[in-house]
């Protein structure tokens, strides 16, 4: 469990550091999935979506590796984290498998910003589907481990029972 949210958390704050040293080859890789409309929104909007989204994988990032490396960890960051860590997880998947619908040659992953961007395929979406099926079994055993959190419980309280 703790490993887990190690890795992810890892992981979400190495992507959200990527995108934050190179935010322009990040938003041309999220205008180049043609999902915003540029005239209705404009770049300025594209920009606050890209902070947002570096910003809430910043967030998942840490929040994952508090929950991995406390000796006590609560049970909100960790879970706050895991929550955040899925919503960015579905969206990647859903702009991807968006963007392997329609055919988009111009798309790349953009799970590290303009690093490490491989061309789109079946396979990226693959992956993307995995760290989902992982991402909701740390959410689970999370949820369903009530030793791995800290209780609001004494030890003298426990003994009582």
Same mark, same amino acid.
């Given at each position: 469990m703790r490993l887990g949210l190690m890795a992810f958390g890892s992981l979400f704050l190495v992507q959200g550091i990527a995108k934050a040293l190179d935010p322009v080859a990040f938003m041309a890789g999220l205008d180049a999935f043609h999902v915003l409309a540029p005239a209705a929104l404009g770049p300025l909007s594209l920009g606050a979506l890209g902070l947002v989204w570096t910003v809430l994988e910043l967030l998942a990032g840490v929040a994952m590796l508090h929950g991995g490396l406390a000796r006590a960890p609560g049970r909100e960051l960790p879970r706050a =984290?895991?929550?955040?860590?899925? =919503?960015?997880?579905?969206?990647?998947?859903?702009?991807?498998? =968006?963007?392997l619908a329609r055919h988009l040659t111009g798309a790349r992953s953009l799970l590290f910003g303009g690093y490490l961007a491989p061309p789109l395929s079946w396979l990226v979406a693959f992956d993307q589907a995995l760290a989902i099926a992982v991402l909701a079994w740390l959410f689970t055993r999370a949820m369903a481990w009530p030793g791995y959190f800290r209780s609001n419980m004494t030890p003298l309280a426990v003994i009582d029972q």
């Amino acid at each position: 469990m703790r490993l887990g949210l190690m890795a992810f958390g890892s992981l979400f704050l190495v992507q959200g550091i990527a995108k934050a040293l190179d935010p322009v080859a990040f938003m041309a890789g999220l205008d180049a999935f043609h999902v915003l409309a540029p005239a209705a929104l404009g770049p300025l909007s594209l920009g606050a979506l890209g902070l947002v989204w570096t910003v809430l994988e910043l967030l998942a990032g840490v929040a994952m590796l508090h929950g991995g490396l406390a000796r006590a960890p609560g049970r909100e960051l960790p879970r706050a =984290g895991i929550e955040l860590a899925l =919503g960015l997880s579905f969206t990647y998947l859903a702009l991807d498998a =968006g963007a392997l619908a329609r055919h988009l040659t111009g798309a790349r992953s953009l799970l590290f910003g303009g690093y490490l961007a491989p061309p789109l395929s079946w396979l990226v979406a693959f992956d993307q589907a995995l760290a989902i099926a992982v991402l909701a079994w740390l959410f689970t055993r999370a949820m369903a481990w009530p030793g791995y959190f800290r209780s609001n419980m004494t030890p003298l309280a426990v003994i009582d029972q």
